[in-house]
Structure formats: structure tokens, C-alpha cells
């Protein structure tokens, strides 16, 4: 019996920790992706998100504090994204960001969190006495 349940257990901690297979995926340029899952979930995530959370190393971040935080993007745009195998897309952003590569899971992640996500943000920005607008050039 304990073995019976621990296989269920294991197989409904499996199944949880798996996200919905995508089913579309729609860039709307320069400002937007549409992503839709097998689950019915349908997120889009304005450019500015998707560069802020970009899953790269980027040298334009800001070290405050030992904070890493992108700040100015508030008007960036994508310019094209492209496939990279089943399980992601790496997408190009105006700023010439490209390193990133957005797996579906990720997207899930950031769809599913976006709002608590962009909160987090903006009160991380507003600690840094930092803002989603450009610096202006002097």
C-alpha cells in the first residue's frame, strides 16, 4: 500500500511540476508576445517584461547593492524572434539584446507570475531610485 502511494505521489508531483505544452506561440512586434498552452492559460507579455526578465547575462544590467537590475526599457521593442529546437525561442529586442533564450517553461513561469513579477520590479526600481524610462542624453 505505502509503495502504491508513493508512486501516485510521485506521479501527481511529476505531472505538477510539468507546464502545459505550448500550443501558440504569436509575436506581435515591436511590442508584444501572445503564448498560448494546452491548458487553456493565454499569456501576452509586453516587450519591456520579456527584456527585464530575460534569462541572460546582459552587460547592460545595473549592480546596485548586489542587486542585478535592468532599468530604461520601458520603450524597447522586439524586433524578431526565432525557434530554438522544441523547447524555446531567442528573441531580438531593439536594443540588439539577443542572448537570451526564452524556454517554454519560462514563458509559463513568466505568464503565470507577470503580475507579482512586474510589482517586484518596479518597487525594486523605485528602491534604486531607478525608472523603466531611457536616461536622457545630456
Same mark, same amino acid.
Given at each position: 500500500? $505505502? $509503495?502504491? +502511494?508513493? $508512486?501516485?505521489? *510521485? &506521479?501527481?508531483?511529476?505531472?505538477? $511540476?510539468?507546464?502545459? &505544452? +505550448?500550443?501558440?506561440?504569436?509575436?506581435?512586434?515591436?511590442?508584444?508576445?501572445?503564448?498560448?498552452?494546452?491548458?487553456?492559460? /493565454?499569456?501576452? +507579455?509586453? %516587450?519591456?517584461?520579456? #527584456?527585464?526578465?530575460?534569462? %541572460?547575462? @546582459?552587460?547592460?544590467? *545595473?549592480?546596485?547593492?548586489?542587486?542585478?537590475?535592468?532599468?530604461? #526599457? *520601458?520603450?524597447?521593442?522586439?524586433? /524578431?524572434?526565432?525557434?530554438?529546437?522544441?523547447?524555446?525561442? *531567442?528573441?531580438?529586442?531593439?536594443?540588439?539584446?539577443?542572448?537570451?533564450?526564452?524556454?517554454?517553461?519560462?514563458?509559463?513561469?513568466?505568464? /503565470?507570475?507577470?503580475?507579482?513579477?512586474?510589482?517586484?520590479?518596479?518597487?525594486?526600481? &523605485?528602491?534604486?531610485?531607478?525608472?523603466? @524610462?531611457?536616461? &536622457?542624453?545630456?
Amino acid at each position: 500500500m $505505502a $509503495a502504491a +502511494l508513493g $508512486a501516485v505521489v *510521485r &506521479r501527481l508531483h511529476t505531472a505538477a $511540476a510539468q507546464p502545459p &505544452r +505550448l500550443t501558440k506561440f504569436a509575436l506581435h512586434p515591436p511590442k508584444s508576445v501572445e503564448i498560448e498552452f494546452a491548458d487553456g492559460s /493565454s499569456f501576452h +507579455l509586453s %516587450a519591456e517584461f520579456l #527584456r527585464v526578465y530575460s534569462p %541572460a547575462a @546582459d552587460s547592460k544590467i *545595473r549592480s546596485v547593492g548586489g542587486e542585478k537590475v535592468i532599468f530604461g #526599457r *520601458r520603450h524597447v521593442g522586439i524586433m /524578431s524572434a526565432e525557434s530554438v529546437g522544441n523547447y524555446g525561442v *531567442r528573441i531580438l529586442f531593439d536594443d540588439l539584446h539577443k542572448t537570451g533564450i526564452f524556454t517554454w517553461d519560462y514563458l509559463h513561469h513568466l505568464g /503565470s507570475n507577470k503580475f507579482s513579477l512586474m510589482r517586484s520590479y518596479i518597487k525594486t526600481l &523605485r528602491k534604486h531610485s531607478l525608472s523603466r @524610462d531611457p536616461q &536622457r542624453k545630456k
